[in-house]
């Protein structure tokens, strides 16, 4: 059983344009104080096809870590252009992945992985993308409700790795444990100033 269970993960700022900053509010219990804190990060996955363009967009610690409900907020920067694989529409444009990673003691024990979709709000430019990127008119749309959860084994303070043996993948939706098997996000639209509610990513729903 782990210490650290995630309780909720709410995206603040979805849709968002591209470049707009990412903003987490995340919330988690521990079962028992933790002598060390937490490390969180946020991946964009740059490219499927090789992890060399993988951009850790900000870490952050959180501790120390009290028995209990625990939550804080995440603000990470957008990817950098110049460390995409291409900024070619073909490539820019669509979908791609996000991941939340937790750590204790330098050892990962969850991640969470979103898709997100990035496409042009104005529907001609989606309908006819130029041929050169539009940064500034490109927005983001999260898929923030289908995330797949991965859990690992983790000794704790205890030196007693979690119960379970492996890694246990689950998500939200039941029978559904690949991301790239979730459906995509939909056409991103005018990006609202804060998207309401959260959502469970450590029970799975019926």
């Given at each position: 059983?782990?210490?650290?269970?995630?309780?909720?993960?709410?995206?603040?700022?979805?849709?968002?344009?591209?470049?707009?900053?990412?903003?987490?509010?995340?919330?988690?219990?521990?079962?028992?104080?933790l002598?060390?804190?937490?490390?969180?990060?946020?991946?964009?996955?740059?490219?499927?096809?090789?992890?060399?363009?993988?951009?850790?967009?900000?870490?952050?610690?959180?501790?120390?870590?009290?028995?209990?409900?625990?939550a804080?907020?995440?603000?990470?920067?957008?990817?950098q252009?110049?460390?995409?694989?291409?900024?070619?529409p073909?490539?820019?444009?669509?979908?791609?992945?996000?991941?939340?990673?937790?750590?204790?003691?330098?050892?990962?024990?969850?991640?969470?992985?979103?898709?997100?979709?990035?496409?042009?709000?104005?529907?001609?430019?989606?309908?006819?993308?130029?041929?050169?990127?539009?940064?500034?008119?490109?927005?983001?749309?999260v898929?923030?409700?289908?995330?797949?959860?991965?859990?690992?084994?983790?000794?704790?303070?205890?030196?007693?790795?979690?119960?379970?043996?492996?890694?246990?993948?689950?998500?939200?939706?039941?029978?559904?444990?690949n991301?790239?098997?979730?459906?995509?996000?939909?056409?991103?639209?005018?990006?609202a100033?804060?998207?309401?509610?959260?959502?469970d990513?450590?029970?799975?729903?019926?």
């Amino acid at each position: 059983m782990s210490i650290v269970n995630i309780r909720n993960i709410e995206l603040v700022n979805n849709p968002a344009k591209f470049d707009d900053e990412y903003h987490f509010r995340i919330k988690f219990e521990a079962i028992a104080p933790l002598a060390e804190d937490l490390e969180w990060r946020l991946i964009y996955v740059g490219s499927a096809k090789s992890e060399e363009y993988d951009q850790e967009l900000d870490s952050c610690m959180v501790g120390p870590v009290p028995a209990g409900v625990n939550a804080f907020d995440f603000i990470a920067p957008a990817p950098q252009h110049h460390l995409l694989p291409s900024v070619e529409p073909d490539e820019i444009l669509g979908v791609t992945v996000i991941i939340i990673t937790a750590s204790y003691r330098d050892k990962e024990f969850v991640r969470v992985g979103y898709y997100v979709n990035t496409d042009y709000e104005d529907e001609q430019l989606r309908i006819e993308p130029p041929s050169k990127v539009l940064w500034d008119q490109l927005y983001r749309n999260v898929l923030i409700g289908k995330p797949k959860v991965t859990r690992f084994q983790n000794p704790w303070d205890s030196g007693t790795a979690d119960a379970n043996d492996g890694n246990e993948i689950d998500s939200l939706q039941s029978g559904n444990t690949n991301l790239y098997d979730s459906p995509v996000p939909p056409p991103v639209q005018k990006a609202a100033p804060a998207a309401a509610g959260g959502m469970d990513v450590d029970e799975v729903a019926a």
